[in-house]
């Protein structure tokens, strides 16, 4: 064969363009606190839409709708769902992380510009289940592909989004006009921002701690041992001097991301070096200077 | 409030980052035809998987775990899963269309660099299930927006991914040793490319065709009408003259992606103007310029 058959393409993304699409994924936040009165642009909301519409799905079943919802009345009866669903989940929260758990604010409904329900219809494809007959549930991944492209588009328009997961989805549906056939799979807050955190809010806030990733890496078949080159560039990129001691069984081997125990810790000041990094990348961004790649990599 | 109290914050990506970021989503395709047998640097795919721990989850979970498959025998094995699953799913397909099904290449596990299965462990936050209790699947969901993440992040560095879907759950469970609780997820076929396809190839095959956005847009309830003006801003992103008209119920509103009678189409020849764009979009590019955010807009 000619090189030009085997050599891998070239695809258009330079340093640049690959740091964007990173920066885009390292510094997306699930928004509840920042969000500004200011109504958000049709035409940057098609953008949004448009890159939704182009997630991968299933048998390209694209079994995705998106319901816009504006109206005031109507958030706030959405509202009050998710407030009846916090005080049925807090019961099942480990009690002594009760209190914290009420402090957070776990959604932005009423004050984002608008929100947005993006739902999976289940029948789009019927009678030709191309990659779903074993994984019927495939076209409900295919949708939450759709929602994070719809999500990472956004923070790249400087737009924040918010996902709320603590509402009863039947109530949503009948609120909604939702069918028996259609699932909601995310209900959305989005708009414009005062700011994106520096870090995910249940951080800052002690509630859990980011993995380390090279423990959540394995070879071969579940838990299985190898990978120490992979592991190692892994370890590099996160600026950790050794890989961490791993141990099967699995349980043993990442510790839960929750309980943390850890007192909340303060949020740190808005300041262009923490704006979007944390303090260790911060640190490295000004060793390394900004836009080169492991600079821009979060811990 | 001060203004800067209220302004929405500058957040660092200027118009070719945003590019970037959309054309990562708009090129990004299910790679099944066009893997290279070069192998892939740790440093990249330690890159990749950064990008997928930097996923959304709920109750900042982290519930996904990734198993790098590189092991010819392993993967001549899942390859005849695949195998037998087509044949069970084949009959499920209508039948004027089964011929077309079988001529379709479907995945790529033994010709990539290497595979990778990534796992949802649904026992990781066992007694604090902040943004679960309601809706459980919320971990798997999580984990969804890991694969997402990861297959951009690869579009970006010109590596292509393929999703196998067609696979019995359990019997992969058992090949990997994957234990009850863990969830697979996805199975990624993942290597260099000798090009990235302009169009799914589902639909230059004829399988399916690209659903007009803008009917699958409602308004504060599923089928409401309403938000002409987004769709028109839709329609102009699409570079379609008319929003087409809509009507429910829903099932008439949307035709469905599937069964499409077209005859395959042949695929068009591999030259720079129709690499990663449709003929529409190329010819839209010439038109505008390359790098407007117009012009990389698929039809």
Same mark, same amino acid.
């Given at each position: 064969? *000619? ?16 740091? &964007? ?17 200011? *109504?958000?642009?049709? $035409? ?6 448009? &890159? +939704? ?10 079994? #995705? ?10 958030? $706030? ?54 990659? /779903? ?11 939450? @592909? +759709?929602?994070?492209?719809? #999500?990472?588009? +956004?923070? &790249? ?5 918010? #996902? ?24 959305? @807050? ?19 701690? /980011? ?8 070879? $071969?078949?579940? @838990? ?20 961490? &001691? ?12 929750? *309980?943390?125990? $850890? ?18 990348? +911060? ?9 080169? #790649? ?6």
């Amino acid at each position: 064969m *000619p090189d030009a058959m085997t050599a891998p393409v070239s695809d258009g993304f330079d340093q640049m363009a690959r740091d &964007a699409v990173y920066r885009a994924m390292f510094t997306r936040r699930d928004v509840r606190s920042h969000f500004l009165p200011a *109504p958000l642009d049709d $035409e940057v909301l098609a953008r949004l839409l448009l &890159a +939704a519409h182009h997630a991968p799905s299933v048998g390209f079943m694209q079994p #995705w709708n998106f319901i816009v919802i504006r109206d005031a009345a109507r958030r $706030e009866k959405v509202r009050d769902l998710f407030l009846a669903a916090r005080e049925q989940e807090l019961p099942e929260i480990e009690e002594e992380r009760q209190a914290l758990y009420r402090k957070l604010k776990l959604e932005g409904i009423c004050e984002s510009a608008l929100n947005i329900c993006i739902t999976c219809d289940r029948q789009r494809s019927k009678g030709s289940p191309l990659g /779903r007959w074993h994984n019927p549930e495939m076209d409900l991944y295919s949708t939450v @592909c +759709a929602v994070q492209n719809f #999500w990472l588009a +956004a923070r &790249a328009e400087g737009v924040g989004v918010g #996902w709320v997961s603590i509402i009863e989805a039947q109530a949503l549906k009948s609120l909604l006009s939702i069918p028996d056939h259609v699932t909601p799979i995310a209900y959305l @807050c989005v708009g414009r921002v005062s700011e994106f955190a520096p870090k995910p809010d249940l951080e800052t806030h002690g509630w859990g701690r /980011r993995l380390p990733l090279p423990e959540l890496i394995m070879s $071969e078949t579940f @838990c299985g041992q190898g990978e120490a080159s992979l592991k190692s560039a892994v370890a590099r990129l996160n600026a950790v001097d050794t890989v961490q &001691a791993t141990a099967c069984p699995a349980d043993q081997r990442v510790a839960p991301a929750v *309980p943390q125990r $850890e007192p909340p810790k303060e949020e740190s000041a808005l300041s262009l070096s923490s704006l979007n990094f944390d303090d260790a990348s +911060a640190s490295l961004m000004s060793q390394a200077g900004s836009g080169t #790649w492991p600079a821009m990599v979060l811990k």
